[in-house]
């Protein structure tokens, strides 16, 4: 492109006579369009011929626009008047008048179709203005853009000129004419450093004082909101004249949450609080263009050290490195495709130089003033006078932004759309080349990739100690407000099936919508990681839902700098948690909890497949360390049982620990657990109460706890039973109690202990209906009670109950009588024919009473988990006199003697020992990875298909038809071994 000549002292000289014509030399039948489409007819025609054949570089530059842009040759022939006008006047002279004509429009237009109309026919002849005076050489670069953001900024301002002089007609604006209105639009970006491109949109941020001078009664918000949505009517409305400007609002604060027109004080506090390096840069460039100036100026000197921090900011540095990283995160791409090429986004393209800019500004301007200038190329020329960059890179970025930038220029008016992108169609690329000014593509490929390398290397350079991140993920920037396309092809690649919907979350972070990431330090942190972050959700079974549990996590969280920098210190740990986050929801609560609880994964005893009680009671009670008060006690036992569990899920989830080792473990640390509360309990009660002469306590788990085959949501089945010297029943200490009292109270201490919610949340749900007479009876029993209602009255289901029942903690000795009184009572002779049905009016009565009609419920649906349970302990009940071996805790271990005693038929043991291994399993699973009721049509489908394949099966289709199938052939057995027809008679059970 050749060089632009200064016209400084020339004008009055007519455009026509300035005119060059930079563009290649267009074809003969350009020019013979010139005498078809503009030389006929009248005497606008005529003295155009004359113009033209007395200017033959004008007559080029005319041919050009026929032969390369049908944008201005319908320009110029649809009003061969206006053409003319423009090229016969002096440049500045129609500039101005132009300019004046706005001006004149906001003020003199009656209604809005009139100002609409006069602001898109006064656009129409400034673009082939601003063409003209661009091709034909009369204006540089920065005088081109400067025009263009001169009449962008008369179009705003005679809009709002024109909305508020309506407001004030109809009494809502109280305001006179010339005091300010409480109200001021800034420009931002290209805009607002007045380097606005050819067919640019316009970045506008609205801003109102919540004391605006309005009528009473009149509330502000809704006020400017409507203002600005007539503002962008006026401006952005196509009708059969066109447009004004395309016009974007979401460099506002927050634009997904917030109003087109925010208030001052919620802008301010915003970015104060939340706001993030990119919008630093946004602010670089603002300036008010309209309403009340003197308003948009004090609230840009109240902003400035949210822009110009006070000292070089190295925090900024590390951020501005990850947002560097992420622009580019592929590597390796050094030639340039010129075809298809996009000058602004791609290498070395316009962005990176205004990248290599604003990152020096941002970095260094605090202490520099003469660095926070708005224009690019001046402040290049800042840069080298402070000495922070070289004289070379400064022309070298000043060379390539011109040209880029004027490239842009040509792609743009070829149809008057807002495009950076190099066509791929070999012709319209020969075409762009040309009026570009060269004569084949190849020259300018060659030129094009030239400044595209020198900016490249220069832009390296600025970063070159930023260490790599996701390198091989591609391309992912969520600065700003709109979808990178890049960014998006990138997301579907890693495996996400709504990007636009994942980059509109991360956004959100970084724009503070989630409480957890609002600090500075967290959105430094989480831009960072972000690109491994995502490359490991996308690894998961389900990418998108995993990302929306990590945005709900966010939002309940109060911070996530601790859980960010663990992720960021330990691919190990971030491949596990967006593990956790796509598989199991219910584990990843708990990290965003209590993000600490990650720290045992990352010791080497976590590929220790252990359920050792002594082994979990014992890091339990390292964990617990030594508690300061009772209350303390409380929250340290909540913070180390949820680890424990968390460690026993994070295990299960990785194929350390099988389910039913899972299940031994759950069991060992809810043990534990109690033994730990027990022990505190106690300890407080008797500092106050003193002890009960010969007094003794036990703890009994029953049900999944007594079984050891407890999930990760199970509650604790407890009966405490006591013991005393009936010589002596009151306690010694300074606050004596009956004996009955005592444990009573005891008992209720104990249970508080495990279920109440302190800061630190809750430890466990407690059932104690299972205790002798169930919620009618004392919460403890003393043994010989318990002795007399297992023997005398204890219904077949309390019988059942204690097939499941071992003692947990508490005093040894009488832990010893409980369990041989438990055998006692298992060894008792019955009545089978009777066993059975109760055993099948229980079954019966759960049925009645809770359904068994939901498949999703592997422990009640008729053929479940309960019907396996109930032949187990029929099977314990009816044999244990003549065959002890048969009194073991746990369903699989009951199944497996009764078999291998012959108590059951080799075809019945075939059905229930696998049937009971996989629907326990599958309940493991539900349990593990979903919170509540497990709906098959409601659970992720990457959850089920994991669940699927952990137990061996292809998807969660077949594993339905598969559990169906088991179902069936359980109930079946269930029948043939107990009955079939049993009636449901009323208990006073628990189900």
């Known amino acids: 492109m050749g060089k632009k000549q200064n016209v400084t002292g020339q004008e009055a000289t007519p455009l026509a006579a300035m005119a060059r014509c930079l563009p290649a030399p267009p074809g003969k039948p350009a020019v013979a369009r010139i005498a078809a489409d503009l030389l006929e007819g009248d005497a606008t025609s005529a003295a155009l011929g004359r113009l033209l054949d007395a200017h033959p570089q004008l007559a080029s530059l005319t041919a050009a626009f026929a032969d390369y842009s049908p944008f201005l040759w319908r320009l110029a022939t649809t009003k061969p008047e206006r053409f003319l006008a423009l090229i016969e006047g002096p440049p500045d002279a129609i500039r101005a008048r132009i300019l004046a004509d706005v001006q004149r429009a906001g003020e003199e237009a009656e209604e809005v179709a009139d100002i609409m109309r006069r602001l898109r026919r006064l656009r129409a002849e400034f673009a082939l203005f601003v063409a003209l005076c661009d091709c034909g050489g009369l204006w540089r670069l920065p005088e081109v853009t400067r025009a263009l953001s001169d009449f962008a900024d008369a179009c705003v301002a005679a809009a709002v000129a024109f909305l508020l002089r309506e407001a004030r007609q109809a009494g809502r604006l109280t305001a006179a004419d010339g005091e300010g209105p409480g109200f001021v639009v800034l420009a931002l970006g290209k805009h607002g450093a007045r380097e606005l491109n050819y067919s640019s949109d316009i970045d506008l941020v609205v801003f109102f004082d919540p004391e605006a001078p309005l009528r009473e009664g009149l509330e502000p918000a809704p006020f400017f909101v409507r203002l600005t949505q007539g503002l962008v009517k006026i401006l952005q409305e196509r009708t059969g004249d066109g447009y004004v400007f395309r016009v974007d609002l979401r460099l506002r604060p927050d634009p997904g949450s917030t109003a087109v027109a925010v208030s001052l004080p919620a802008a301010f506090s915003y970015y104060e609080s939340v706001g993030q390096n990119w919008e630093r840069a946004a602010f670089i460039k603002a300036r008010p263009v309209a309403g009340d100036i003197a308003l948009g100026e004090r609230f840009l000197a109240d902003l400035r050290p949210f822009v110009w921090r006070k000292y070089f900011d190295f925090a900024t540095i590390a951020d501005i490195h990850a947002m560097k990283r992420q622009i580019h995160a592929v590597r390796g791409h050094e030639a340039i495709a010129v075809a298809g090429h996009d000058i ?128 091989e993920a591609g391309s992912l920037v969520f600065t700003g407000t709109s979808d990178d396309p890049e960014t998006l092809e990138t997301l579907r690649r890693l495996g996400f099936s709504d ?83 796509g598989g199991a929801p219910r584990l990843a609560e708990v990290v965003s909890a209590s993000p600490h609880v990650l720290d045992a994964v990352i010791d080497p005893t976590f590929l220790d497949p252990t359920s050792d009680e002594a082994a979990i009671e ?210 008792e002779a019955r009545d089978r024919e009777k066993l059975a049905t109760d055993i099948r009016e229980m079954r019966a009565l759960i049925a009645e009473e809770k359904g068994e009609d939901d498949p999703g419920d592997l422990k009640l649906a008729a053929g479940g988990l309960v019907d396996i349970e109930f032949i187990a302990q029929f099977l314990m009940l009816a044999h244990a006199a003549t065959e002890p071996a048969l009194i073991v805790p746990g369903t699989a271990h009951v199944l497996a003697r009764a078999a291998e005693k012959g108590f059951i038929a080799p075809d019945h043991a075939d059905v229930l020992r696998p049937a009971y291994d996989l629907l326990s399993n599958v309940f493991h699973w539900q349990r593990l990875t979903v919170e509540g009721r497990f709906d098959p049509n409601a659970v992720a489908p990457a959850i089920q298909k994991r669940i699927a394949t952990a137990v061996g099966l292809p998807d969660h289709k077949v594993l339905a038809r598969t559990l169906d199938d088991t179902r069936r052939q359980v109930r079946a057995t269930f029948n043939e071994l107990l009955g079939a027809g049993g009636k449901a008679k009323s208990r006073k059970a628990k189900g």
Request: aromatic share 8%.
């Open 499 to 581: 990007p636009p919907r994942v980059a509109e979350t991360v956004r959100g972070w970084h724009f503070g919508r989630r409480s957890a990431v609002t600090s500075a330090r967290a959105r430094e942190v989480l831009t960072e990681l972000t690109p491994a972050l995502l490359t490991a959700l996308g690894q998961t079974a389900a990418p998108d839902a995993a990302l929306a549990a990590l945005d709900e996590a966010f939002g309940r969280m109060p911070a996530a700098v601790e859980l960010l920098s663990m992720l960021r210190s330990n691919e190990r740990l971030l491949r596990l948690f967006a593990d956790l986050l």
């Open 618 to 827: 014992a890091r339990l009670r390292g964990l617990l360390g030594k508690p300061a008060s009772y209350e303390d006690f409380l929250d340290r036992l909540r913070e180390a049982v949820r680890q424990e569990n968390f460690l026993v899920g994070a295990r299960f989830l990785s194929d350390i620990l099988s389910p039913p080792r899972a299940g031994e473990a759950f069991a060992a640390v809810a043990q534990a657990a109690v033994r730990l509360s027990l022990e505190a309990a106690q300890a407080a009660f008797e500092e106050e109460h003193g002890k009960v002469a010969g007094g003794r306590a036990v703890v009994v788990g029953l049900g999944r706890l007594g079984a050891r085959e407890m999930t990760a949501a199970s509650d604790l089945d407890l009966v405490v039973i006591y013991d005393f010297d009936a010589e002596r029943r009151e306690s010694d200490g300074r606050r004596p109690l009956d004996a009955v009292v005592y444990y009573s109270r005891l008992t209720q201490r104990l249970v508080s202990a495990l279920t109440v919610p302190t800061r630190r949340g809750r430890l466990y749900e407690v059932d104690m209906r299972l205790r002798p007479s169930g919620r009618k009876g004392p919460v403890a029993t003393q043994f010989d009670g318990f002795l007399a209602y297992q023997k005398n009255e204890a219904e077949t289901w309390e019988h059942m109950a204690l097939t499941r029942a071992r003692v947990i903690a508490g005093d040894a000795s009488l832990a010893a009588d409980v369990e041989e009184a438990i055998t006692a009572v298992l060894s």
């Open 344 to 471: 602004k986004l791609g290498r070395g393209g316009i962005r990176e130089i205004e990248f290599f800019v604003q990152t020096q500004q941002l970095v260094f301007g605090g202490r520099r003033p003469s660095l926070r200038g708005r224009r690019t190329l001046e402040v290049l020329d800042a840069l080298v006078e402070e000495k922070w960059i070289t004289p070379q890179a400064r022309d070298d970025m000043a060379a390539a932004y011109i040209f880029l930038r004027t490239v842009e220029h040509r792609l743009q008016m070829v149809a008057d759309e807002q495009t950076q992108r190099l066509p791929d169609d070999a012709e319209a690329l020969a075409c762009v080349a040309r009026f570009c000014g060269f004569a084949t593509v190849e020259a300018f490929g060659e030129a094009l990739t030239a400044h595209a390398r020198k900016v490249q290397g220069h832009y390296a350079m600025l970063f070159e100690e930023g260490p790599e991140l996701a390198a």
